[in-house]
């Protein structure tokens, strides 16, 4: 018997920067470099639904996948209920002090555990 490799190459799932989001997660608003604000589209992506800041607070309402251009979400804005589509590439997650206030202090050290230095080999009763 010789291995032979499959007639039909699979799919490798591709591994991108943009990080998945989870539908009634709230996340922050990225805007492009120029002015700071990020357009909101209806959900063809064609009619403009108003803007967003960089930095402002979303929450995610819906999300479509878009092939290779990227997943596309819907999100509202927590401020003023603004509603819109956006490119994944315009969203972020919290910054690090926000992640490190949600998490658990740390665990205290275990008490010392006392060990066995019988000479005795394993397996063998005393």
């Known amino acids: 018997m010789s291995f032979q490799p499959p007639r039909f190459p699979t799919a490798r799932a591709s591994r991108t920067s943009t990080p998945v989001l989870s539908v009634g997660r709230r996340v922050l608003v990225r805007g492009p470099r120029d002015d700071g604000r990020v ?3 209806d959900a063809l992506g064609t009619a403009d639904a108003g803007s967003l800041p960089d930095g402002a607070e979303v929450e995610i309402l819906a999300w479509r996948p878009r092939g290779p251009g990227g997943a596309r ?10 509603e819109g589509w956006v490119s994944a590439d315009h969203l972020r997650a919290p910054g690090a002090l926000a992640r490190g206030a949600a998490e658990p202090a740390p665990a205290t050290a275990p008490a010392a555990v006392a060990v066995d230095d019988s000479p005795r080999r ?5």
């Open 39 to 41: 357009a909101l589209t």
């Open 73 to 82: 979400y819907q999100v509202q804005s927590t401020r003023d209920g603004l």
């Open 122 to 126: 394993f397996g063998r009763r005393s």
